[in-house]
């Protein structure tokens, strides 16, 4: 395989390279570790008295601590059969890594869910965020340090089905046990608004769509877990029901799941540009990778 990985020496980078040091990558794999480096010396500018010329100082400090930065990780995680590489990069964070992904063309990009920038999202940072909308392929965006349980949150959406070719086909999920979750999401009816003598039958409505939904996502489930066992992954289905992002959240927490395998977007016509509602809620939520 072909892996990048994004460190900026945050917390949250050093916890990404140590997820990238747990798992057990196929032979002949190369892990590239890059840093992102936006220049910040000062520009010429023009002062009473004269101009303050440039000075490169500060980015040369910069580029030196990024230098034995990412000389530590490539020796943690140096190991047989495998070629790590390292480079340090200028330019805008979140764009140096999305043209390194298009240039490298890895099978994976990893990030940490924060790294140092001042203004960040609740839970994920704005440069991984950026990231995972623009990067041509799987983003894994570490929030743990090891990956031993894996949960597939599936709709039966096309990137859902690419999601679960790469938990069939990548070496790294051959000894993990895998549960596929479905949930039948169907707008419970309205308490108010609702004439009294029509409250009956929109509970009926309601009941008989749910029956409907639960067993198209029963189907759904039994027939990614098929497929998956069919590849020799150790597989289990879950159908649960309610809303989608939170229910999913809920079976990580019950299976105390360190990864969460998601398609960028599901059936619903309504989504983002880049990532679905219900991935978009995941990345925000989940306390998994």
Same mark, same amino acid.
């Given at each position: !395989? +072909? ?18 040091? $747990?798992? %057990? @990558? ?5 892990? +590239? ?13 023009? &002062? ?10 500060? $980015?040369? /400090? ?48 990893? %990030? ?11 839970? &994920?940072?704005?440069?991984?965020? *950026?990231?995972? $909308? ?9 929030? /743990? ?15 859902? !089905?690419?999601? *679960?070719?790469?938990?069939?086909? @990548? ?18 009816? @309205? ?6 003598? !029509? ?8 009941? /008989? ?45 019950? @299976? ?26 995941? !990345? ?6």
């Amino acid at each position: !395989m +072909r892996v990048l990985i994004a460190y900026d020496g945050s917390n949250n980078a050093a916890q990404a390279a140590s997820l990238v040091g $747990d798992i %057990v @990558w196929p032979r002949d794999s190369i892990l +590239r570790v890059i840093s992102a480096v936006s220049p910040i010396g000062v520009a010429p500018s023009a &002062l009473i008295g004269g101009v303050y010329p440039y000075s490169s100082e500060v $980015d040369d /400090q910069i580029r030196a601590y990024f230098d034995s930065a990412l000389a530590d990780v490539v020796q943690k995680l140096n190991g047989p059969n495998r070629v790590v590489e390292s480079a340090v990069l200028y330019g805008r964070p979140a764009s140096v890594i999305v043209d390194e992904a298009q240039a490298f063309a890895p099978d994976l990009v990893v %990030v940490g869910s924060r790294g140092f920038g001042s203004i960040a999202s609740l839970v &994920l940072g704005s440069v991984s965020s *950026e990231v995972v $909308d623009h990067a041509p392929g799987p983003v894994l965006v570490a929030r /743990q340090a090891r990956l031993t349980r894996v949960i597939f949150a599936t709709d039966g959406s096309a990137t859902a !089905m690419a999601a *679960e070719a790469r938990l069939a086909q @990548w070496a790294i999920f051959e000894d993990l046990p895998i549960r596929v979750v479905s949930v039948a999401d169907v707008l419970e009816p @309205w308490h108010t608004g609702i004439a009294p003598t !029509m409250y009956g039958l929109a509970i009926e409505a309601y009941a /008989q769509d749910l029956e409907r939904a639960k067993a198209v996502h029963q189907r759904i489930v039994d027939e990614s877990v098929a497929r998956l066992r069919a590849a020799g992954r150790d597989a289990t289905p879950e159908l649960r029901y309610g809303g989608a992002a939170a229910e999913v959240v809920a079976a990580v927490g019950e @299976w105390k799941a360190d990864l969460v395998v998601v398609g960028s977007r599901g059936r619903t016509g309504l989504t983002r540009l880049f990532l679905g509602s219900v991935a978009r809620n995941l !990345m925000h939520a989940s306390p998994a990778s």
